[in-house]
């Protein structure tokens, strides 16, 4: 009979429906079954300062595993959603331990030590390679080997004709000078090094000849920029210096004449009444530019636009839940970023002041403060 096999076969689906539907109820009530534990964060208590005995040495004791520090302040406000992120464990392991890093004309080391550990690897590659050092001055970074001219080694690796000079010859004298001095990031170290040559102008004092050209240190000069081919030894030079380094890591020693170049951090948070007002960078335009554009990047931070020239970015800094579109998400395409904070730098004086301003049409929960710290975080 048609209407008793009708209902048999809907007694057949029955406990499928009702599986599909418990399935469903376990789906939409799971976060209920595991305990949220997202607040112990932002409710514990800051246990005591650990203490060192007198005669421990504080440089070599760092947190393993920091914790961000949350202001009383801040801490009322957040959601489950809004725990800051802890900072990036890698952030102090660069991703190649050696990096040459090129910038508007410049170029560089960078090495994921400390200047007081590295000051005594450059001095021994420089003696390794036949240049030795005539000057140095550990507060200013400065390393200046001997004239060049008289060893081969020390010839071919400046790039000077394989004949020897004669002790009075009217050869062009070269020297090698290298600049070491503490990164933009904390623990790192920067490299730069630049052939001079008696061309260039000697200090007051030499002599005519220049056979025994240059007198003194010589002060290390600005910002300028170096031909195609001086650019290219320098960055040979520098890959060269990283893999040397790179050899000796297992037996790296320390200069505590270096250690004071470590003293100064060139970014720093500005806070007014314990909240981000502004970071200032002691650097050149073009590298801050350069530096903040790379915390966005690290940090995950959308970028919608931007100018250099002007000095803008413009960001999307919504939080997880705002740009969770919900359940919409599964009949549409994944939503574009948007404009929500403007970061800004301008020159300062000898400084760039990076300033963030909340978009007109933004009314989340983030201000320019939480994006100031986030900044700060992969900056320094």
Known sequence: MPVLSGIRKFDAFRPIAVASGLLLAVATSGCSLVEDRSERYVNAEEGDALVLPETAEPSRFTEIMPIRRIDA???????????????????????????????????????????????????????????????????????????????????????????????????????????????????????????????????????????????????????????????????RLLANLGEFLKAREESKSFSRAASGMEAKPLVKLVSENETAKAIYMDLDYGRSWAEVNRALVESDIAVVDLNRSEGWFFVDFRTADERDPGWFSWFSDKEKPRHTHTVSLVEQGSQVHVTVETADNYSGDRGPEDLLTQLFDYLY
């Open 73 to 235: 302040a801040d801490a009322g406000k957040m959601y489950s959603s809004d725990i800051p992120r802890p900072p990036d464990m890698t952030s102090e392991i660069l991703e190649e331990n050696y990096v040459v890093e090129e910038l508007d004309g410049r170029a560089w080391l960078l090495v994921n030590d400390v200047p007081g550990r590295i000051w005594p690897a450059v001095t021994a590659y420089m003696n390794e390679q036949g240049l030795g050092v005539a000057y140095d001055n550990p507060q200013l970074g400065l390393l200046q080997s001997e004239v060049a001219n008289f060893s081969m080694r020390a010839r071919e690796l400046l790039d000077l004709s394989s004949e020897p000079a004669e002790l009075n010859s009217s050869e062009v004298r070269a020297v090698l000078q290298a600049r070491i001095a503490p990164g933009v990031r904390r623990k790192t170290t920067e490299i730069q090094v630049r052939k001079l040559t008696s061309d260039d102008g000697a200090p007051e004092g030499s002599s005519d000849q220049g056979s025994v050209w240059p007198e003194g240190l010589i002060p290390w000069s600005g910002t300028a920029d170096p031909s195609t081919e001086a650019l290219e030894l320098q960055k």
